[in-house]
């Protein structure tokens, strides 16, 4: 599997002519990264609550490893955190999301809650970048291909675009810089048991079932 991911992420960029475009509604935000952070986590950090604000912290902390060094593949626990906006900092319940490998590049979903994004990630020179397409439960997904060009997003779908980084072997992020609703930034914090505990899971998994 980590053989898989690595080979993902190295055609990516090969294989980047073939890739859906980036819309101008993304790339505007993508751009502005650091400003949109910024101003966010002044409002998360002055007026979050304590423990909130104790796992943006745990959330950001960490240097990122390099692109074909990370192990993403697999099942990942993920929060949304939301930053600016409607309040200073919000902090959602754990759900599921997982990476996969495709062939080019590899596809990301978080598939249970309320809220839920499909997409793919791909490299963007040396930085590993989401693009996908949010959306509530109650909806059938929709592709990032199927955008329409102009501006766009409602209450039901919203184009995404974010950064990817893994920090080790056990947890890494997606930073969302301007959302289309609700926040000024979003953080998907994802985290998974160590190799030990895993294998442990697995061991004992099929009697619980």
């Given at each position: 599997m980590i053989r898989g991911l690595v080979f993902a992420l190295a055609m990516?960029?090969?294989?980047?002519?073939?890739?859906?475009?980036?819309?101008?509604?993304?790339?505007?935000?993508l751009d502005e990264f650091q400003a949109s952070?910024?101003?966010?986590?002044?409002?998360?950090?002055?007026?979050g609550s304590l423990g909130d604000v104790d796992l943006l912290q745990e959330a950001m902390s960490g240097v990122p490893l390099a692109p074909l060094a990370t192990t993403l593949a697999g099942e990942w626990d993920c929060r949304t955190i939301k930053l600016g906006g409607l309040t200073p900092l919000t902090v959602y319940a754990p759900f599921k999301c997982a990476f996969a490998p495709d062939g080019t590049a590899?596809?990301?979903?978080?598939?249970?809650?309320?809220?839920?994004?499909?997409?793919r990630v791909t490299m963007q020179g040396r930085t590993m970048v989401y693009l996908g397409v949010g959306y509530i439960a109650d909806e059938e997904p929709?592709?990032?291909?199927?955008l329409p060009a102009e501006s766009f997003?409602?209450?039901?779908?919203?184009?995404q675009v974010?950064?990817?980084e893994q920090t080790?072997?056990?947890?890494?992020?997606?930073?969302?810089?301007?959302?289309?609703?609700?926040?000024?930034?979003?953080?998907?914090y994802l985290t998974r048991p160590a190799l030990a505990d895993a294998q442990e899971i697995e061991a004992v998994a099929p009697e619980n079932q």
């Open positions: 990516a960029g090969a294989a980047q002519a073939e890739e859906t475009p980036m819309r101008a509604q993304e790339q505007t935000r952070a910024g101003k966010a986590l002044l409002q998360a950090l002055s007026a590899f596809t990301f979903e978080k598939f249970t809650g309320s809220q839920r994004t499909q997409g929709m592709d990032y291909a199927a997003g409602d209450g039901s779908y919203q184009p974010g950064i990817v080790g072997p056990t947890a890494a992020r997606i930073m969302f810089p301007d959302p289309v609703t609700e926040s000024d930034f979003d953080v998907l």
